[in-house]
């Protein structure tokens, strides 16, 4: 019969060494996800705002609404909504 023996790491629960108290394994812990951040090779993501322009929003609305895409009360409502004003307002 053959028994596999796992290591000790993978059975055992890990505790903290008797010789480190829990705020110095806690600042290990953050020297060495430093470390770790500091070897990243991908760029942060960007910021998820971006500015729109309205003139370039209200162009494709209006070849939507020529084209029949949009009725003219949706029409009415994505302008209003491009130019930040209440629908009917205008």
Do not use: C
């Not at 028994?3 to 806690?26: A, D, S």
């Amino acid at each position: 019969m053959l028994f596999l023996y796992r290591p000790r790491q993978t059975w055992l629960p890990i505790k903290v060494p008797r010789n480190m108290t829990v705020q110095q394994q806690r600042a290990y812990n953050l020297r060495m996800q430093g470390q770790f951040d500091s070897t990243r090779r991908v760029a942060s993501a960007p910021p998820a705002t971006v500015e729109r322009d309205p003139i370039d929003a209200l162009q494709r609305l209006g070849d939507m609404h020529a084209a029949g895409t949009l009725t003219d009360e949706e029409f009415a409502a994505a302008k209003a909504k491009v130019l930040g004003t209440a629908p009917g307002a205008t």
